[in-house]
């Protein structure tokens, strides 16, 4: 049996790992919902052009406000939206957008500012991070859902943030937030890996590479997905899948799945209308990729707070250990033989 197959996933990945309590049930109770956004406990986490309002520089944290220190004009279709309630103190929790010409200076604690979702995210507590990719999601969703999709008309805001109704009689249909599954792979065969360089990708730094990915088309399991993107952008036939875990990623809304794909033999053929570049890179070559992740010059991974940089380093723990596996085995099986009395 191979070792690492038991070997479980070695991080959270930032933007998982919440600890705030949804509350579903409560979201449909409109007069409970007024009730808690005016609670005394009630906190309001502030968000500008959807990035969270953060308090602090070295250890920072979400910037909780009072309802009283929210400014009063409203962005269009942009309500305060029930996240859920507290972990620590079960008080009701908001997300709100606020315009953005809302100076930093009128909220909060002194040090308070927006902060991208990005830079800031892998500084945060792991709840507040997820809490964070929350609120992004749904206030972008509500910000572009103000029409109904069936009859054009305005829609309102519904459960607490969580839908959207058609505000015309004949229709009210409701529409609900989606998020949208992308596989995303860590190719490998015969003790190397695949990695590749979208064209997207040119605006990113020089030598950055990645895991190939795609978005998972309707009909299509996960497995289907994966042997697909990966015969679509370089040309690879697929034999085993194996899941890893996943992520959600706010920008806006997907759910990122990391698999492991072992590539049948073949020759890579890139689409050029996909990917730049890919090749095959060794286990040294992929971690120096994984130290060097952030140095100008050098093979570069996206930043550790992606799926795509910890399916690397998942990779190279399961490499490593499957090697001293099988080097001590071949130690155990010559003591196994040696001379009794033997040195």
């Known amino acids: 049996m191979d070792p690492s197959r038991s070997l479980q996933p070695p991080v959270v990945h930032v933007f998982a790992g919440g600890d705030l309590d949804r509350a579903a049930a409560l979201r449909s109770d409109p007069d409970r919902m007024r009730a808690m956004r005016s609670a005394p406990g009630a906190r309001y986490l502030p968000f500008r052009s959807f ?11 979400l910037a909780w406000l009072d309802r009283s220190e929210i400014p009063g004009r409203p962005v269009e279709n942009s309500s ?18 606020v315009a953005s010409d809302t100076a930093e200076a009128a909220l909060g604690p002194a040090n308070a500012s927006f902060r991208g979702t990005r830079e800031v995210a892998p500084l945060l507590e792991a709840g507040e991070a997820a809490i964070t990719a ?11 859902h103000g029409h109904c999709p069936r009859c054009g008309s305005r829609t309102e805001m519904a459960e607490a943030g969580h839908a959207r109704r058609c505000v015309r009689e004949s229709c009210g249909i409701m529409q609900f937030p989606r998020t949208d599954p992308v ?7 015969e003790g190397r890996c695949l990695l590749g360089r979208a064209v997207r990708a040119r605006r ?6 990645s895991c190939l990915a ?9 497995e289907e997905a994966v042997r697909r993107e990966t015969f ?26 990391g698999c492991f794909a072992e590539a049948l033999p073949g020759e890579v053929r890139v689409d050029p209308t996909e990917i730049e570049s890919a090749r095959w890179f060794t286990t040294d070559e992929l971690r120096r990729a994984v130290e060097k992740w952030n140095v100008e010059g050098e093979l570069r991974l996206p930043p550790p707070l992606t799926i795509a940089h910890q399916l690397a380093r998942a990779w190279l723990v399961e490499a490593d250990t499957t090697a001293r596996y099988w080097r001590d085995g071949d130690r155990g099986a010559e003591s196994q033989h040696a001379e009794p009395g033997g040195a």
């Open 232 to 257: 679509e952008e370089a040309g690879l036939r697929i034999g085993s899948v194996r899941y890893h875990s996943s992520q959600p990623w706010p920008f806006p809304s997907t759910l990122m799945i």
């Open 134 to 144: 929350l609120g992004r999601s749904l206030l972008s969703w509500n910000s572009t």
């Open 214 to 222: 795609g978005y998972v088309e309707p009909g299509e399991s996960i």
């Open 51 to 61: 990035d969270p309002l953060v308090a602090g520089d070295a250890a920072p944290r």
């Open 204 to 209: 990113y730094p020089p030598g950055l590479h």
């Open 80 to 97: 305060p939206i029930f996240l859920g309630l507290g972990a620590a103190d079960g008080e009701p929790r908001f997300a709100v957008q």
């Open 183 to 189: 596989v995303i792979m860590l190719v490998h065969r």
